[in-house]
């Protein structure tokens, strides 16, 4: 049940109201009054489409009442999906402990009905994956990688929907994407993302390498960005890019899909969850990265509502293997077709998505979690 | 320059990518001493072999051509960067002697970039 501040000044409501009850989690974010414009939009759709993601069984929307974002239009769009929508601000309920009330009563109204869900079989379209690199090396683009762009392929064939990002490693192999895309709009659209995210690196002056790419990628042998994009693109199989979208908003039909937004975890995940993404897999190369247990990228953790298949591919990082789903790098050892590791990255998917908890969701990393949103303008 | 030569499983390898490519990926680290190195396909079919001179780590890449200094570094097929200076087969290939041929000038290709 998730529990949605409209506002960042509803964050403090929003983890007492969830405090203790269990299957309640309280999203909170970095939304202030001090944005403008695009921003707003892009945060009021995102709020909307986390609380229409399908791992979001119940929503409860709480405020202060006096928020930029428009706490009923949030409300009236999540519950068109059907689902139990509720709101509590600090206004309606005129103080903040009869606020708190008010939320856990509903809370704890919806546990029960929460608890009686049962899963049923539905057909791979109502399925939308991420695909996400991270700690990359050479090793990414020679195993995981490929392999997952092999799963990838294969779901969309059987009608899955699949999402990427991180428009600033596509900088070198942008070309590869715009030769797929499936109209003129949407290879406009990824090209001129791309574009603008190499624009803004330029304009510092600043040689990128160090950051993209990465010291740790430098470590592993990627020489430069056009290296590590045309290594990472491979995660997006072969199929018709058909969408590419804003963060904050979600493809407008299915197949494969791209949504700007550079490569920041946090943000990532929020972005994909709120484009509809009920999981993630997530390749990494090898190097310090791979041994953080959790999550790497992330200063939070992960999210609850988009569970992440872990694939690693370095066969050198066999101490880390035990933090990860799915180990890639037998396609180096020659033990393992790229075939074969496809097929146990599907399989992986599928339990998943039926409600096999991942590595990470079986040790989540507990910490204090608040979310930043992507903007783009000022902070007033 | 490419020799065919059978694999042997005690030797190193190195994978090419793509037929284009002017660099292999190394699955082995290269001692001082240096070392023959097997190359093979992305799906491991043996094709040649190249000599590496040098110290090359785990991952890294070679050249399997001689590249001349401004000449494109090919991988998957396409340019991943620029020669800063001229590049004998079987020399280590990174970040001293190639560039961005997007983001930053040829001349910071061999700057203080720490790792």
Same mark, same amino acid.
């Given at each position: %049940?998730?529990? &949605?501040?409209?506002?960042?000044?509803?964050?403090?409501?929003?983890?007492?109201?969830?405090?203790?009850? #269990?299957?309640?989690?309280?999203?909170?974010?970095?939304?202030?009054?001090?944005?403008?414009?695009?921003?707003?939009?892009?945060?009021?759709?995102?709020?909307?489409?986390?609380?229409?993601?399908?791992?979001?069984?119940?929503?409860?929307?709480?405020?202060?009442?006096?928020?930029? &974002?428009?706490?009923?239009?949030? %409300?009236?769009? %999540?519950?068109?999906?059907?689902?139990?929508?509720?709101?509590?601000?600090?206004?309606?309920?005129?103080?903040?402990?009869?606020?708190?009330?008010?939320?856990?009563?509903?809370?704890?109204?919806?546990?029960?009905?929460?608890?009686?869900?049962?899963?049923?079989?539905?057909?791979?379209?109502?399925?939308?994956?991420?695909?996400?690199?991270?700690?990359?090396?050479?090793?990414?683009?020679?195993?995981?990688?490929?392999?997952?762009?092999?799963?990838?392929?294969?779901?969309?064939?059987?009608?899955?929907?699949?999402?990427? !990002?991180?428009? /600033?490693?596509?900088?070198?192999?942008?070309?590869?994407?715009?030769?797929?895309?499936?109209?003129?709009?949407?290879?406009?659209?990824?090209?001129?993302?791309?574009h603008r995210a190499e624009?803004?690196?330029?304009?510092?002056?600043?040689?990128?390498?160090?950051?993209?790419?990465? #010291?740790?990628?430098?470590?592993?042998?990627?020489? /430069?960005?056009?290296?590590?994009?045309?290594?990472?693109?491979?995660?997006?199989?072969?199929?018709?890019?058909? !969408?590419?979208?804003?963060?904050?908003?979600?493809?407008?039909?299915?197949?494969?899909?791209? %949504?700007?937004?550079?490569a920041n975890v946090p943000?990532?995940?929020?972005?994909?969850?709120?484009?509809?993404?009920?999981?993630?897999?997530?390749?990494?190369?090898?190097?310090?990265?791979?041994?953080?247990?959790?999550?790497?990228?992330?200063?939070?953790?992960?999210?609850?509502?988009?569970?992440?298949?872990?694939?690693?591919?370095?066969?050198?990082?066999?101490?880390?293997?035990?933090?990860?789903?799915?180990?890639?790098?037998?396609? &180096?050892?020659?033990?393992?077709?790229?075939?074969?590791?496809?097929?146990?990255?599907?399989?992986?998917? &599928?339990? /998943?998505?039926?409600? /096999?908890?991942?590595?990470?969701?079986?040790?989540?990393?507990?910490?204090?979690?608040?979310?930043?949103?992507?903007?783009?303008?000022?902070?007033? | 320059?490419?020799?065919? =030569?059978?694999?042997?499983?005690?030797?190193?390898?190195?994978?090419?990518?793509?037929?284009?490519?002017?660099?292999?990926?190394?699955?082995?680290?290269?001692?001082?001493?240096?070392?023959?190195?097997?190359?093979?396909?992305?799906?491991? =079919?043996?094709i040649g072999s190249i000599?590496?001179?040098?110290?090359?780590?785990?991952?890294?890449? =070679?050249?399997?051509?001689?590249?001349?200094?401004?000449?494109?570094?090919?991988?998957?097929?396409?340019?991943?960067?620029?020669? =800063?200076? $001229?590049?004998?087969?079987?020399?280590?290939?990174?970040?001293?002697?190639?560039?961005?041929?997007?983001?930053?000038?040829?001349? $910071?290709?061999? $700057?203080?970039?720490?790792?």
């Open positions: %049940m998730l529990v &949605l501040p409209v506002g960042q000044c509803a964050n403090e409501l929003a983890a007492r109201v969830a405090a203790g009850i #269990p299957a309640a989690y309280p999203f909170l974010h970095t939304q202030p009054c001090a944005h403008l414009g695009e921003d707003n939009t892009a945060a009021q759709h995102c709020l909307i489409g986390l609380g229409r993601n399908p791992n979001a069984a119940a929503v409860l929307l709480v405020g202060v009442g006096c928020e930029a &974002l428009d706490a009923d239009d949030i %409300m009236d769009d %999540m519950a068109a999906t059907g689902k139990p929508v509720h709101c509590v601000t600090l206004e309606s309920a005129g103080d903040f402990e009869r606020a708190v009330t008010e939320g856990r009563r509903w809370l704890r109204a919806q546990s029960e009905a929460v608890a009686r869900l049962h899963r049923e079989p539905v057909s791979l379209s109502s399925l939308t994956v991420a695909v996400k690199c991270g700690g990359s090396d050479t090793t990414s683009a020679l195993a995981g990688n490929p392999a997952i762009g092999r799963a990838v392929d294969d779901f969309i064939d059987r009608g899955a929907s699949v999402v990427f !990002s991180e428009t /600033t490693e596509l900088i070198g192999a942008e070309h590869l994407l715009a030769d797929r895309a499936a109209t003129d709009t949407v290879r406009r659209t990824l090209l001129e993302a791309v624009e803004r690196i330029r304009t510092t002056g600043v040689d990128p390498r160090g950051i993209q790419p990465t #010291p740790g990628n430098i470590r592993g042998g990627l020489t /430069t960005l056009e290296e590590k994009s045309l290594g990472g693109v491979l995660k997006t199989g072969t199929r018709p890019l058909q !969408s590419a979208f804003a963060w904050g908003s979600r493809a407008d039909v299915p197949g494969l899909a791209f %949504m700007d937004c550079p943000q990532l995940l929020i972005g994909w969850a709120a484009a509809g993404a009920t999981l993630l897999v997530f390749s990494v190369g090898g190097g310090v990265p791979a041994r953080i247990p959790s999550l790497i990228g992330t200063n939070v953790g992960g999210l609850p509502l988009l569970p992440i298949v872990k694939v690693l591919s370095n066969p050198r990082e066999t101490d880390a293997r035990r933090f990860f789903d799915i180990y890639a790098g037998t396609i &180096l050892e020659q033990s393992e077709s790229l075939d074969h590791v496809a097929g146990r990255i599907t399989a992986a998917v &599928l339990e /998943t998505a039926s409600g /096999t908890e991942t590595l990470y969701e079986q040790h989540p990393w507990p910490g204090h979690q608040i979310w930043e949103l992507l903007t783009h303008g000022p902070t007033v | 320059m490419i020799t065919a =030569t059978p694999t042997d499983s005690d030797r190193c390898v190195a994978i090419l990518a793509h037929c284009d490519d002017n660099v292999a990926t190394l699955l082995a680290d290269i001692p001082a001493d240096g070392a023959v190195v097997d190359l093979v396909q992305q799906d491991l =079919t043996h000599q590496c001179a040098a110290p090359i780590p785990f991952g890294h890449k =070679t050249a399997v051509r001689s590249i001349p200094r401004g000449a494109d570094i090919v991988k998957f097929g396409a340019v991943i960067g620029v020669a =800063t200076e $001229s590049i004998c087969v079987g020399q280590h290939v990174h970040i001293q002697n190639v560039a961005s041929a997007r983001l930053g000038t040829p001349e $910071s290709g061999s $700057s203080d970039a720490k790792h």
